[in-house]
């Protein structure tokens, strides 16, 4: 399965939209982005997923380029319950689920 | 509304003792996950069921890790013997579709 890459950490002002972008540059044709977040202390939770369209739900929206070598996560206004450890995942509807290190955001009051 | 439910919430047992988790999936849900979670190793996968029956427990130390689904409304996993070096946070998970898994709160083990 693709490998992703994070960064460590993101700040971002609370009422702003949070971008939190992904890469995965060795995704093949049929592996999905994931997103799930945890909050400290939760078990983790399923935000959204696409294969190469964009995607939009309740939570969040998926924004993934044109080559599918990186995706963007947008909260669009986030609030201090939005701070959690944000995991991109890219794999194929077979694979389990295997978590990285993920990026820690901080929504700042 | 409907939730993975794990118990014990917390959990401090002696070096040698067996412990056991206890996971309640979503009524319905057909798949079901073990996850530990360490400040060293985040998140892994140790084991998954489809339909009760183990798919995958690769990421499970066999000598002393078991987990079962006796039936469609409960998950154990089970340590026997437990190590200080299996204290961690552990989720069980629930899906109808596998990739939108919905975690339960965790068992907090201590093995001191």
């Known amino acids: 399965d693709a490998k992703t890459t994070q960064p460590t950490s993101m700040d971002c002002a609370e009422g702003r939209a949070a971008n939190l972008p992904c890469n995965h540059s060795?995704?093949?044709?049929?592996?999905?982005v994931y997103w799930y977040r945890q909050i400290h202390s939760q078990g983790p939770q399923y935000i959204i997923h696409?294969?190469?369209n964009n995607e939009t739900n309740e939570m969040a929206s998926l924004i993934i380029t044109e080559d599918r070598k990186s995706s963007t996560l947008i909260l669009p206004h986030a609030t201090l319950r939005d701070t959690a450890v944000y995991y991109c995942?890219?794999?194929?509807?077979?694979?389990?689920?295997?978590f990285g290190k993920g990026t820690r955001l901080h929504i700042l009051p | 509304d409907a939730r993975v439910t794990q118990t014990p919430r917390h959990k401090v047992t002696e070096m040698g003792q067996e412990v056991t988790m206890r996971c309640q999936p979503i009524l319905g849900h057909n798949t079901v996950f073990w996850y530990r979670q360490t400040m060293m190793q985040g998140l892994e996968l140790l084991a998954y069921f489809r339909n009760r029956a183990p798919l995958d427990d690769s990421g499970m130390p066999k000598d002393r890790f078991s987990a079962e689904m006796p039936d469609a409304t409960l998950a154990t996993l089970k340590i026997q013997p437990s190590e200080p070096r299996d204290s961690a946070v552990y989720f069980c998970?629930?899906?109808?579709?596998?990739?939108?898994?919905?975690f339960g709160q965790g068992t907090r083990l201590t093995v001191v």
């Open positions: 696409g294969l190469k």
């Open positions: 060795t995704i093949s044709g049929n592996e999905y």
């Open positions: 998970a629930s899906g109808l579709v596998w990739w939108e898994a919905f």
């Open positions: 995942i890219a794999l194929n509807r077979d694979d389990k689920i295997i």
